[in-house]
T-cell receptor, first 113, second 113 residues
Framework: GAGVSQSPSNKVTEKGKDVELRCDPISGHTALYWYRQSLGQGLEFLIY????????KSGLPSDRFSAERTGGSVSTLTIQRTQQEDSAVYLCASSFNRAYEQYFGPGTRLTVT | QQQVKQSPQSLIVQKGGISIINCAYE??????FPWYQQFPGKGPALLIAIRPDVSEKKEGRFTISFNKSAKQFSLHIMDSQPGDSATYFC????????????FGKGTKLSVKP
């Protein structure tokens, strides 16, 4: 079946611009996660959605970052007033629920110039 | 206490040899420990996972060894092949309602033919 998809695959933006990154989870998965992977680093948790519960935003690095999940499916991660340190690969994962395995999408590589 | 420490940072193994990657954690509330494999330009792919009530899990050439008292776990790749050359990440999930994974910083494995 179809896996987690993310778009765009690459995004180059100028410092100070806003960007939106999209994630389509695996159908039927109620949990959705966003992570960030900087060059040569491990994955850093950003935000977690579980069903209709309030999201766990504890990993968001600043108030410039926000995310929403519409209809319990597609999610959008928005970064406002981008900075060069926001350059990274943004990865989305989904799972059947919290207790199950997380499956990752291919990521969006964001470059802020 | 939320960290997962992974070693070595890089590893070179001859074809047919055994690759061993180690991880350590502090938080005894962690309840799930997966390993992910990541090829360049791709998202992480779940390789194998273990829960703390089990000391070992084997799937094909991949084995996780888990030492609850020492708070350590390791990945063993038997009969390593050049196609196994990738970056490997260990991770841990917090207990309770926490859903996100906490990742180690990764090990870059190169298997020489």
């Amino acid at each position: 079946g179809a896996g987690v998809s993310q778009s765009p695959s690459n995004k180059v933006t100028e410092k100070g611009k806003d960007v939106e990154l999209r994630c389509d989870p695996i159908s039927g998965h109620t949990a959705l996660y966003w992570y960030r992977q900087s060059l040569g680093q491990g994955l850093e948790f950003l935000i977690y959605f579980q069903g209709n519960s309030a999201p766990d935003k504890s990993g968001l690095p600043s108030d410039r970052f926000s995310a929403e999940r519409t209809g319990g499916s597609v999610s959008t991660l928005t970064i406002q007033r981008t900075q060069q340190e926001d350059s990274a690969v943004y990865l989305c994962a989904s799972s059947f629920n919290r207790a199950y395995e997380q499956y990752f999408g291919p990521g969006t590589r964001l470059t802020v110039t | 206490q939320q960290q997962v420490k992974q070693s070595p940072q890089s590893l070179i193994v001859q074809k047919g040899g055994i690759s061993i990657i180690n991880c350590a954690y502090e938080n005894t509330a962690f309840d799930y420990f997966p390993w992910y494999q990541q090829f360049p330009g791709k998202g992480p792919a779940l390789l194998i996972a273990i829960r703390p009530d089990v000391s070992e899990k084997k799937e094909g050439r991949f084995t996780i060894s888990f030492n609850k008292s020492a708070k350590q776990f390791s990945l063993h790749i038997m009969d390593s092949q050049p196609g196994d050359s990738a970056t490997y990440f260990c991770a841990a999930r917090g207990g309770g309602s926490q859903g996100n994974l906490i990742f180690g910083k990764g090990t870059k494995l190169s298997v020489k033919p």
